[in-house]
């Protein structure tokens, strides 16, 4: 079956300091890969995503690259801001099917 | 980028009542739209998949006659919490799949469920 095991939290930083949020999948077939960032008191926001194995997936300075060989796609930013604090789900979803989160990661990052 | 508007984004109601939470598409069509709940500090747990014009599919464990869904139009999903209760309290939140790019979903901004 489809399943996403995430790095468990809470993740504290301090402002600058370099990111990684560990995120490991098993899944039937060749599924698209997700990041999604829930702010405070909101829904779910796509981050970036990938859709097929080597795929670097980025944006506003995160990245996340499918490797299937270890079957990973670990987030990353190399210098975080007091503005990336927040819970972070990675996911994956094949075709036409549902997604599947990790539990999240909780992100808080202090000045 | 699609956009997929919840509402209302808080409610509190009392024990017994029912509470209807619409989920929209706003700018494409989605013959697909999910239900998830999310529980404190938990992910977010499909409930159930609903597609326009059919039945949902409700995941194991989720009450059908508690929380009915309705897909009457390409653009419109309601869930409703029938004789809600305080142990319903919780983040409901809705993604749609826009039929045109299928590997990629969207997502409402959630509903935040109070049962008094």
């Known amino acids: 079956g489809n399943s996403v095991t995430q790095m468990e939290g809470p993740v504290t930083l301090s402002e600058e300091a370099f990111l990684t949020i560990n995120c490991t999948y098993t899944?039937?077939?060749?599924?698209?890969l997700f990041w999604y960032v829930q702010y405070p008191g909101e829904g779910l926001q796509l981050l970036l995503k990938?859709?097929?194995?080597?795929d670097k997936g980025s944006n506003k300075g995160f990245e996340a690259t499918y490797r299937k060989e270890t079957t990973s796609f670990h987030l990353e930013k190399g210098s975080v801001q007091v503005s990336d604090s927040a819970v972070y789900f990675c996911?994956?979803?094949?075709?036409?099917?549902?997604?599947?989160f990790g539990t999240g990661t909780s992100l808080t990052v202090i000045p | 980028g699609a956009v997929v508007s919840q509402h209302p984004s808080w409610v509190i109601c009392k024990s017994g009542t029912s509470v209807k939470i619409e989920c929209r598409s706003l700018?494409?069509?989605?013959?697909?739209m999910f239900w998830y709940r999310q529980f404190p500090k938990q992910s977010l747990m499909l409930m159930a998949t609903?597609?326009?014009?059919?039945?949902?599919?409700?995941e194991q464990g989720v009450e059908k006659d508690k929380f009915l869904i309705n897909h009457a139009s390409l653009t419109l999903s309601t869930l409703t919490v029938t004789s809600a209760h305080p142990e319903d309290s919780s983040f409901y939140i809705c993604?749609?799949?826009?039929?045109?790019?299928?590997?990629?979903?969207?997502f409402g901004q959630g509903t935040r469920l109070t049962v008094v």
């Open positions: 993604s749609a799949r826009d039929t045109a790019v299928r590997t990629e979903a969207f």
């Open positions: 899944a039937t077939g060749y599924p698209s």
């Open positions: 990938a859709t097929k194995a080597d």
């Open positions: 996911a994956l979803s094949s075709t036409g099917n549902q997604f599947y």
């Open positions: 700018d494409f069509q989605a013959t697909t």
């Open positions: 609903s597609n326009e014009g059919s039945k949902a599919t409700y």
